[in-house]
């Protein structure tokens, strides 16, 4: 594998860092900048980078850790809509609150 810097590059190491961070799959994030799903993997590795494990499922790591009320709560929020549209939801909110105190800093605050 080479490691020379090519600046013809499609995309940069911080975009594919930032999307992997965010758990897209590796198809997704070649999707997304316009490249092979290859690409994103041999750079990720020259990076030593972990791919986002996109196989297991997100919801169930988090839904385990939750205590049980905590878990009743939350299967009490998404009774009418998706737990997708919720955490959209949330994501929206906490960027417009973030937005209206002046801040880009949208870093969740340590919990309880």
């Known amino acids: ?6 600046a013809n590059r ?10 992997n961070s965010v758990g897209l799959t590796l198809a997704t ?26 196989r297991r499922s997100f919801m169930e790591d988090i839904f385990m850790k939750l205590n049980t009320s905590q878990q009743e709560w939350l299967a009490d929020q998404v009774t ?4 997708k549209e919720y955490v959209e939801k949330l994501i929206i909110e906490k960027y417009n609150s ?8 949208g870093s969740p605050q340590s919990l309880p």
């Open 29 to 54: 994030i070649a999707h997304v900048l316009n490249c092979h799903p290859t690409t994103i993997t041999l750079r990720l590795r020259s990076l030593k980078i972990k791919p986002a494990d996109t």
């Open 98 to 105: 973030s937005q209206n105190q002046g801040t880009n800093n």
């Open 10 to 19: 499609k995309a940069t190491d911080a975009d594919i860092i930032r999307l």
């Open 1 to 6: 594998m080479s490691t020379v810097y090519r």
């Open 80 to 83: 009418n809509s998706s737990i």
